[in-house]
T-cell receptor
Framework: DQQVKQNSPSLSVQEGRISILNCDYT??????FLWYKKYPAEGPTFLIS?????DKNEDGRFTVFLNKSAKHLSLHIVPSQPGDSAVYFC????????????FGQGTELSVKP | EPEVTQTPSHQVTQMGQEVILRCVPI?????FYWYRQILGQKVEFLVS????????KSEIFDDQFSVERPDGSNFTLKIRSTKLEDSAMYFC????????????FGDGTRLSIL
């Protein structure tokens, strides 16, 4: 199942700089796109989302961009902080399949002081 | 902030035994889900549940699996006869709507089958 792909397993960024996490998907019929953050021994924590009719959504230091023609989703974190170090998952929701989420493999972000 | 709670945090069970994983979703949420993550793999959808019915299930969710909302607060996943390959983290999630609303996850139950 390769419908949602995060091609970078890891990313290292200096504190204060921008972190850019990327996600590609294959199905243009996906309805809703989300980013989750996960710490070890915890469940995924919702971060930010965007519906398929928008191309940008911003919440504080976090901005999600959706490029439907390229089937590409990205998460920008600026400025990055050491507490942002975690695994980040992109996910897509399919409304006519019970709202199920399909997850990417995750990208481990490390923000160095 | 309200949260999804799951018990137990770790369950060790002999192969072939039944196991019940428990979840208390966020109180005003109407949609409930189970996911699992086998070590080193993606988080995978198992089942969604709304209005006391399964609304969608994956091919993983075979006859050995069942879900129930026995009262107004709990949501359970039962595996009837566990196999070694059922060892995984199991996450419960809930949402207010399945349209443009995020699912909120519990911290999971680590299921180890011996």
């Amino acid at each position: 199942d390769q419908q949602v792909k995060q091609n970078s397993p890891s990313l290292s960024v200096q504190e204060g700089r921008i972190s850019i996490l990327n996600c590609d998907y294959t199905n243009s019929m996906f309805d809703y796109f989300l980013w989750y953050k996960k710490y070890p021994a915890e469940g995924p924590t919702f971060l930010i989302s965007i519906s398929s009719i928008k191309d940008k959504n911003e919440d504080g230091r976090f901005t999600v961009f959706l490029n439907k023609s390229a089937k590409h989703l990205s998460l920008h974190i600026v400025p990055s902080q050491p507490g942002d170090s975690a695994v980040y998952f992109c996910a897509v929701a399919i409304y006519n399949q019970g709202g199920k989420l399909i997850f990417g493999q995750g990208t481990e972000l490390s923000v160095k002081p | 902030e309200p949260e999804v709670t799951q018990t137990p945090s770790h369950q060790v069970t002999q192969m072939g035994q039944e196991v019940i994983l428990r979840c208390v979703p966020i109180s005003n949420h109407l949609y409930f889900y189970w996911y699992r993550q086998i070590l080193g793999q993606k988080v995978e959808f198992l089942v969604s549940f709304y209005n006391n019915e399964i609304s969608e299930k994956s091919e993983i969710f075979d006859d050995q699996f069942s879900v129930e909302r026995p009262d107004g607060s709990n949501f359970t996943l039962k595996i009837r006869s566990t196999k070694l390959e059922d060892s995984a983290m199991y996450f419960c999630a809930s949402s207010w709507s399945n349209y443009n609303q995020p699912q909120h996850f519990g911290d999971g139950t680590r299921l180890s089958i011996l």
